[in-house]
């Protein structure tokens, strides 16, 4: 019922900064918490920031203060910022919707976009 497509990775340099985007498409079009996740090599998957329908943030504390959530309702899209990007960075990172359909909680993710840092 949701298809969640990722883009903007890549790899940039210490420092550097980066834009992902996630778009969401299907027959739901109200998600209550969208937000992203990311796995390390040899990691388990973690969470990054996410944003509820009514603008709320959380951060996971590695990224406070260099890592902007943001969510666009209108175009179903679900943004991460990021900057002043450290090697520890690196990870394959994954958007999540979560909503409800036919009365249950249920929940999507995007297949992954591969961010590395590295000089």
């Known amino acids: 019922q949701v298809q969640l497509v990722e883009s903007g990775g890549g790899l940039v340099q210490p420092g550097g900064s980066l834009r992902l985007s996630c778009a969401a498409s299907?027959?739901?079009?109200?998600?209550?918490?969208m937000g992203w996740y990311r796995r390390a090599p040899g990691k388990e998957r973690e969470l990054v920031a996410t944003?509820?329908?009514?603008?709320?943030?959380n951060y996971a504390d590695s990224v406070k203060g260099r890592f902007t959530v943001s969510r666009d309702n209108a175009k179903k899209t679900v943004y991460l910022q990021m900057s002043s990007l450290k090697p520890e960075d690196t990870a394959v990172y994954y958007c999540?919707?979560?909503?409800?359909?036919?009365?249950?909680?249920?929940?999507?993710w995007g297949p992954g976009t591969q961010v590395t840092v590295s000089s």
């Open positions: 944003i509820t329908s009514s603008g709320s943030t």
């Open positions: 999540n919707v979560r909503y409800v359909y036919m009365w249950r909680d249920s929940d999507s």
């Open positions: 299907g027959s739901i079009f109200n998600f209550n918490v």
